[in-house]
């Protein structure tokens, strides 16, 4: 049995509905899907298809391509460790590898205790203080394993 519930459905359809008027409304739409339940659900994927006059394979392949979709719910809190040319300078893969160990999970998984979803992005705009990391939406530069470690405890306490 489904955990979706007739009030998730008429927000999808509302999303939809908002969307469908634009030209290439299923990105805008997965996003706002998104942004209402912090991940697309399967049980969104078939309306919106429908909606779309789109196969489920269209719209899945869409979600599983782009790493920014989640096709599950995320935990508390989501922790965005950049990868990009800048942060990789200065050495993200110590605080990558930092965030994995602390966390008990690697990208795209949750802490054994639901608290965090850890993701991989390619730039979050804060170069200039690279190694940078965003909690929610709380970005953090010159994030050090040590720095990361106070961050982590402090957001663990919300």
Not at 9 to 18: E, K, L, N, T
Not at 50 to 79: C, N, T
Not at 90 to 115: F, I, V
Request: hydrophobic share 40%; glycine share 6%.
């Amino acid at each position: 049995m489904s955990a979706f519930t007739a009030q998730s459905f008429q927000a999808v359809d509302g999303i939809i509905a908002r969307h469908a008027g634009l030209q290439g409304p299923l990105l805008p739409i997965l996003h706002a899907v998104q942004d209402e339940f912090g991940y697309v659900p399967a049980d969104a994927v078939p309306r919106i298809a429908e909606a779309l006059h789109l196969s489920r394979a269209e719209v899945h392949g869409v979600i599983s391509f782009y790493h920014f979709f989640r096709q599950h719910a995320p935990g508390k809190h989501v922790v965005q460790v950049c990868r990009a040319e800048a942060c990789q300078a200065m050495n993200c893969e110590a605080t990558e590898a930092c965030a994995k160990q602390r966390l008990s999970a690697d990208y795209h998984g949750t802490s054994p205790d639901g608290q965090f979803t850890l993701e991989a992005v390619y730039c979050l705009g804060n170069c200039a203080a690279a190694p940078s990391v965003m909690v929610d939406d709380k970005l953090y530069g010159r994030v050090t394993p040590e720095r990361l470690d106070k961050i982590l405890a402090d957001w663990s306490k919300r």
